[in-house]
């Protein structure tokens, strides 16, 4: 436990700019997450080719690989920083209400480390993520994961493969598509997509209960971001989650909220 967290406490003293001056850096990323998750982010440029992004997010339920882990709402921020492709990412799941952990606390906190390859056409990054469950009785484990995406003018497709080396030893693999529409000038941004999520025997054993290989998760969701100012972006955003599999569906039954789920959310993007 020390030794990883000595590791993340190292790399983001690396990360750290000495100087304070700032500048916007042009170009967006998008964070890879699943439906319902804190997604789109802006970036600042800072001296020594460091970024920066926060955000926080607030939405009726916390869906993740289809598991409706809350139906109730919930406050989602994140922060990242970026330095030589290198980035770390914080995020974290807080209930508003007391259904999950008996208080109104973090239920979640994900630690993210890893690397941007730099590709032309495919934009792809490679990392491990440690899964903390500060509040409740869920045990810590991490992942290993690889993303690619081809954006183009059509459409954009995304694969993300995540192998849990802990607690599941399986592998989660979702496969996306999605488009975004720019108005205004492109301050103004429409993204529906379609994804689903596949895992493996091992990996829906340990989360569902379901001894077999099979498709979990089916979503369809749409994200609309405006930006208020040069440094306030507004977003709203929706999305359906459903289960494929009967076995999956079983046991969702008796460990999560629901088997199907319709996800409401907001955020507030600050371009410090």
């Known amino acids: 436990m020390k030794s990883h967290r000595m590791f993340y406490a190292v790399l983001v003293a690396m990360l750290l700019p000495s100087p304070v001056r700032l500048a916007y850096a042009e170009k967006e990323i998008k964070p890879a997450d699943v439906p319902g998750a804190a997604t789109d982010a802006k970036y ?6 460091l ?18 882990n809350n139906d109730r709402p919930v406050v989602q921020p994140q922060i990242e920083i970026t330095k030589y492709g290198v980035y770390f990412n ?39 993520i440690d899964y903390l469950y500060p509040n409740w009785s869920s045990p810590e484990t991490r992942e290993v994961f690889g993303i ?15 192998y849990d080396f802990v607690q599941a030893r399986g592998i989660y693999i979702l496969a996306a598509l999605e488009h975004e529409f720019s108005f205004f000038s492109e301050k103004l941004r429409l993204t529906p997509g379609v994804s689903s999520g596949w ?13 077999k290989g099979a498709l979990n998760d089916g979503n369809i969701y749409a994200e609309l971001e405006y930006d208020l100012t040069e440094v306030f972006t507004f977003g709203v955003s929706a999305a359906y989650m459903w289960l494929y599999d009967a076995d999956i569906r079983a046991g969702a039954h008796g460990k999560y909220f629901d088997t199907r789920q319709l996800i409401i959310g907001f955020k507030l993007v600050y371009k410090m």
């Open 148 to 162: 690619f995406e081809y954006p183009n003018l059509i459409l954009t497709p995304r694969v993300e493969c995540y």
């Open 199 to 211: 895992g493996s025997c091992t990996y829906n054993d340990y989360f569902f209960h379901a001894s």
């Open 90 to 128: 914080v995020w974290g799941n807080l209930d508003v209400t007391d259904q999950v952990t008996g208080r109104r606390d973090f239920e979640e906190v994900d630690l993210t480390a890893g690397y941007k390859l730099p590709l032309k056409n495919v934009e792809a990054r490679l990392g491990v």
């Open 51 to 68: 970024e920066a992004a926060a955000e926080a997010g607030v939405y009726n339920a916390y869906v993740s690989r289809g598991q409706v």
């Open 44 to 49: 600042i440029e800072i001296p020594r080719n």
